[in-house]
């Protein structure tokens, strides 16, 4: 009783980032990484739960074979929605843009990034973006898919395919700019003695992401400026009636778009590594293996497209090589997977929400990853490409990999970001509502596609409704698993526990400073003299701060 | 300040390999309809000026002279000699648009605008309708990050003649002078792929 009362006695006359200077236009305006951080956080969970409504309605026309909820026109448009708003509007800014920009200038003591202003007309160009993706789902829909393949994008569908890959574009725009901003800032305002090898994992992902951004974003934003003048002036640069090659439409938009898979999961590992040293209390095992393994997928994301287009007519010779190189992503990635699991050997391991999240990451991105390999061989992919297989194959990935790891990474720094304890007993039950949720949709749909159920109609036969009815009863325990966490996060705010500078006890120079910190995040530039995850006994660290 | 023109300097660099990258999707596809058309592409370089294109490369190398003595300038301190060379290259610049504005405005009137207003009688009409995709895709995206050039050649010229450029700051100067280069270097890769090989 009487600590509830103290908690809830205002300790926060020391100044930070949220109490700095009020109104909205201090906000609008703001220059603080952290504040822009808020405003993308604000933003992408609009879009969370708009591209979620699309996927609730999906799951509840597939409850019954026929097509009863709505016709097979509404429910392309709704996969291509969800699509392309989980995408463009969720994943790739989730991660990078939210919890990038809060904490990656903090923990390589920095007082911003390199560029500020740049930092903010990146919020705005992917409000633009934003908006303008709205319109087309209050003006009607697109219905050609995520990908827009041409030549049904160019000349045959009669939605608003201009606005919504013109607003693809410009959102593309921003995350080169996040991603610029990054790299330079990675590069020049490491705090002094802050060598690469004592960065915070989560930074040499970030990093690795960002080069994925500026070499891939580019490419995938003059495909679409083609793409609009095909449609616009009806000639035919992908369409084989005119002369065009729609194949080359699809390498070009996979060399992005394949990549774009790294910039949603890179970021996520880089969280896993966070959340896996600090809730064992050790140093991750192996650390330069994690560091170049980030690098690693990176490089060889970028030469694995083709597996996209296995059966769509490219060489049988080109198709070989990119199966093999596929399975070459598979070792990087094991090797994550191994360097955490064996972080966890003898460990002094806590089960917060947090490392629940971390833990769920790991399993499902296995299963998402081994799945992966079905689908790079050759044989294999004949049999499964364009059924339910894939979806499920990639749901694990971004889904079951990236947006837990998002949703572990926000309750981790969540007391730096907001100065409060969210309610973990809600937290544990949410992590789990989220696991069983997620499996019980996603699962079901391998065996569906195994068995033959095409992706992207609304309707099916009859014998696989017992699967399906199962994967629409996960959606709804999911759908309450993401929904619990917006509700108790917003409680928080106002009565959540007062966090103090470091609950966790974790290592890493965010924990240094207030929660939630000063607008310039030190009162003096940190000096560092010891590598990332120290995690030793105290005895052992004060007799090396003592030398 | 040091480390601010670093970071600036590396930034632009940075954005420029982005640049790259979105020229080189185009230039790919440009590359492979060319092998893939090869005729009908080298019908449809016939209908360029090559007088127009030659001096327009001329003011171009010319414009970016001019940008080098800008950022010299702006090292040594000289305020009204970089203020001139600014003005010059801005004024080159303009030149350079006008007179692609000017083949542009011939192209229409022959009927090799693609869409609704190609009018060109041949069997190969479909595929030099493709080239002409190309060029004005090309050199439409090149015009575009010249325009934009020229917002930020006023912004200098206005601050440098306010005097904000000094031998200790001329990092807008050198960045936008890498931009302008690279900009530059695009039509230096344009011109011969759409005027001179035929």
Redesign the interface.
Known sequence: MTTAVIDRIPIETEENYLNASYGVKSWLLTKDHKRIGILYLLAITVMFFVGGFFATMMRLELLTPQGDLMTSDTYNKFFTMHGIIMIFFFLIPSIPAVLGNFILPIMIGAKDL??PK?NLLSWYIYMIGAIGGTYVVIAGGVDTGWTFYTPFSTQYSNTHVIATTLSAFITGFSS?LTG??F??TI???RAPGLTWFRLPLFVWSMYATSVIM??????L???L??LI??R??????FDPA????PL?YQH?FW?YSHPAVYIMVLPAMGVVSELVAAFSRKRIFGYKFVAFASLAIAFLGFLVWGHHMLVAGISVYSAMIFSILSFLVAIPSAIKVFNWTATLYKGSVSYDTPMLYALGFIGLFTIGGLTGLFLAALGLDVHVHDTYFIVAHFHYIMVGGAVMAYFGGIHYWWPKISGRMYPEWWGRLSALLVFVGFNLTFFPQFILGYLGMPRRYHAYVPEFQVLNVMSTAGASILAIGYAVPAIYMIWSLKYGKIAGNNPWGAAGLEWTTTSPPPAHNFDETPIVTWDAYEYRPPEEAAVVTVV | MGQQYEASTLGMWVFLTTEILFFGGIFLAYTLYRNQYFEAFKEAAHHQDLWLGTINTAVLICSSLTMAMAVYFSQLGKRKALVTSLVLTLILGVVFVGIKGYEYYEHIHEGLFPGSLFHFQSPMADQIQLFFVFYFSMTGLHALHMIIGFGILIWLILRARKGDFSPEYYGPVEVTGLYWHFVDIVWIFLFPLLYLIH
Do not use: C, K, S, W
């Open positions: 390199a560029f740049l080169i610029l901003n790299i330079v590069h020049r305002m500026i070499l891939a974003t580019p490419v934003a003059i495909t400026v083609l003048v095909e616009a002036l009806r000639v035919g640069i005119l002369g065009g090659d080359l070009l060399f």
